[in-house]
């Protein structure tokens, strides 16, 4: 079943669940041959439910199901759920949403990398403006308490009039169980842990809208062999969704983008979104930076895959930026 689907699905199980009586719709639903006979024994018998198994039911499924709504007196509900089906998120430029920059210059980092770091911020900052977002919230030198302290006050925003949040983390990170940030003092953050704060239930009014992220590369190492810094094995939760992440790139990438005289990749993103922010989606536009701003080192192999943004949850397929409608003057 197409994300859009299942998306509809989950905004309406509940709803669905209290209005159906799964017995009224049992000859429907046999003709329907959405489901194996023994599927349906499973549901009929309280061994399987429903709504946890009709996304699994092929790309038909959904279509299927509208039709036993309809047939069973549930139209009206049927066309509700038809015209929910949007497969984009429409960020309006008079309400995009909130944005936070955290940038930690950690003792190792190099003078480079803490100017880097800075331009980024500042280019970001920029460009997001340019947009429609507000200022954004900027905090430094942070340590994981205070990282995660601020993440939660931001994430628990009222965004009921918003359409979006945007969380800027730059810092290093590794690879360990999973993706780690570290905090100004070295100590770890497990990316779970960050991104648990802004699911469905502890972020009731960012549901249905894109949390995007733009994190550090998870390409560094770190030895989590004495215990001391090692992470915690936080799952992440079911209801995490509508989650885009971009890393920035790789420290190696800003020594051979001083070293070359090039724009940091910040200043090229911000180019980009101001140039095509009404013209592409977001993701086009957060690729053809990173295209550009690796296609800058040519002769340096290593450095020229562009980053595939990481999509978690349930997710629609593009971030499209609009101008606001214009008030009627009648």
């Avoid at 959405?34 to 038909?60: Q, V």
């Avoid at 942070?142 to 810092?171: G, H, M, P, W, Y």
């Avoid at 989590?224 to 890393?247: C, K, Q, Y």
């Amino acid at each position: 079943m197409d994300y859009k689907h299942r998306i509809i699905l989950k905004k309406y199980r509940n709803e669905l669940e209290e209005l159906i009586n799964l017995n009224d719709i049992k000859r429907s639903l046999i003709d329907s041959k959405i489901f194996t006979n023994r599927m349906l024994d499973d549901i009929w018998n309280g061994e399987a439910l429903l709504f946890e198994e009709l996304p699994t039911r092929g790309p038909a499924a959904f279509s299927k199901f509208i039709e036993v709504l309809c047939d069973n007196g549930f139209a009206s509900k049927a066309d509700e759920m038809l015209f929910a089906g949007v497969t984009d998120y429409n960020i309006s430029l008079n309400q995009p949403g909130y944005c936070i920059i955290i940038n930690n210059e950690l003792c190792c980092e190099t003078d480079l990398l803490k100017y880097a770091h800075d331009m980024e911020a500042k280019e970001l900052d920029l460009a997001l403006k340019t947009i429609g977002y507000p200022h954004p919230y900027f905090k430094t030198n942070l340590c994981s308490n205070d990282i995660i302290s601020i993440l939660t006050e931001f994430s628990q925003k009222d965004f009921s009039e918003a359409d979006s949040c945007i969380v800027i983390i730059l810092s290093n990170g590794a690879k360990a169980v999973s993706n780690v940030i570290f905090d100004n003092n070295g100590e770890c953050i497990l990316l779970n842990e960050i991104l648990n704060l802004f699911c469905d239930s502890k972020c009731p009014s960012l549901k249905d809208k894109p949390k995007i992220f733009f994190l550090p590369s998870f390409d560094g190492t770190y030895d989590f062999s004495n215990g001391v810094n090692s992470p915690r094995n936080i799952e992440l939760l079911s209801d995490v969704n509508d989650i885009f992440i971009w890393n920035f790139p790789s420290v190696e990438t800003y020594l051979f983008s001083k070293q070359s005289n090039c724009q940091f990749f910040g200043e090229v993103l911000s180019e980009h979104l101001k140039g095509d922010f009404l013209e592409h989606d977001f993701e086009k536009i957060v690729h053809s930076a990173y295209d550009e701003f690796l296609g800058r080192f040519s002769n340096e192999t290593d450095l020229k895959s562009v980053p595939v943004c990481t999509k978690l949850g349930l997710v629609r397929e593009k971030i499209i930026f609009s101008t606001p409608k214009k008030l009627s003057t009648h």
